[in-house]
């Protein structure tokens, strides 16, 4: 069964991995980008990238194009499988709501 992942759950944590989830074909994400797509300072994203690593969910990458510092994001296998079991527990809880109150 299907359970609350409560690192994943904290509403901008879910918009990074589900950014970075949608993206798994591709090279991983610039910090940039997913700071767009979260809508989310650097600090706030930073903090909370900390958090998904320290988890083993993400991996960061930071090195040089030129001489500009780059930092990038991609999903590990572990994040992948955490993000596919809380979104499975997210349809559980709306698929167990009785829709005729």
Request: net charge neutral; charged share 30%; hydrophobic share 40%.
């Amino acid at each position: 069964m299907a359970q609350l992942d409560e690192l994943i759950h904290q509403p901008l944590r879910l918009k990074i991995m589900a950014a970075l989830h949608a993206e798994r074909d591709a090279d991983p994400v610039e910090f940039s980008r997913l700071k767009t797509i979260t809508q989310a300072t650097d600090g706030n994203l930073g903090s909370h990238l900390t958090t998904l690593e320290k988890a083993g969910y993400v991996e960061i990458a930071k090195d040089f194009v030129g001489k500009r510092p780059r930092t990038r994001v991609a999903l590990t296998p572990v994040g992948r499988k955490a993000f596919r079991r809380h979104v499975d527990y997210l349809r559980a809880v709306v698929e167990g709501v009785d829709g005729d109150d």
